[in-house]
């Protein structure tokens, strides 16, 4: 089975800062990497994703992933954070094992990030 | 185009009554998720719908929580003899994935938030 890990459930960084967000995977097949965002009281919005092509992903707003597969990494970063960018991020692992395993993604329990003016 | 609509965003309930939660997925989408999120916590799977097939319900807590899915369109989680532990956010998402691959993002609702008193 897949599993997700976020170091750190709250990360906190000034305007301008760098951005980054720990994730790390575990799972027997090569799987598929996504990053989510969650503004308060809304659903979950696609920042970025990883399907086994290019390893260095570009999501919206800014945002990057890669994917470090001897580390079972996927780490979002983003140059330049914004008072925009405090929200909850979650990152998710889905994984095909030859078409059954039904797309569930399994998350991380989610980073906060804060953003200090 | 409209995104996955979830109805109603709150409700709350006494203990022990049955509620119904309802989930509009974007149209075409022939997959569609539930998951369930508790205060604090990263986003639990519940129950998978792909066209006909029948559903993964691998996810589901316990017997008292049950959904159904009419063809490609509207789907109902019903939760019975709702319990304290049972108040949390409950999202629905959508996506294109017909190889049941995994590959393709999934759409968020805004979810329901349930609260049992």
């Known amino acids: 089975a897949q599993s997700v890990t976020q170091l750190g459930s709250h990360v906190s960084v000034s305007e301008g800062a760098l951005v980054l967000l720990r994730c790390n995977y575990s799972s027997s097949v090569p799987p598929y990497l996504f990053w989510y965002v969650q503004y308060p009281n809304q659903g979950l919005q696609l920042l970025l994703k990883y399907t086994s092509a290019a390893t260095l992903v570009k999501g919206i707003n800014g945002f990057e992933a890669e994917f470090k597969k001897s580390e079972t990494s996927f780490h979002l970063t983003k140059p330049s954070a914004h008072m925009s960018d405090a929200a909850e991020y979650f990152c998710a692992v889905s994984v095909d094992y030859g078409g059954t395993s039904y797309g569930k993604l399994t998350f991380g329990q989610g980073t906060i990030l804060t953003v200090h003016p | 185009g409209a995104g996955v609509s979830q109805s109603p965003s709150n409700k709350v309930t006494e203990k022990g009554k049955d509620v119904e939660l309802r989930c509009d997925p974007i149209s075409g989408h022939t997959a569609l998720y539930w998951y369930r999120q508790r205060l604090g916590q990263g986003l639990e799977f519940l129950i998978y719908?792909?066209?006909?097939?029948?559903?993964?319900k691998s996810g589901l807590p316990s017997d008292r929580f049950s959904a159904e899915r009419t063809g490609e369109s509207v789907s109902t989680l019903t939760i019975q003899r709702t319990q304290q532990e049972d108040s949390a956010v409950y999202l629905c998402a959508s996506s294109s994935d017909r190889g049941k691959r995994g590959n393709q993002p999934q759409h968020f609702g805004d979810g329901t938030r349930l609260s049992i008193l």
């Open positions: 719908f792909q066209g006909n097939s029948a559903p993964d």
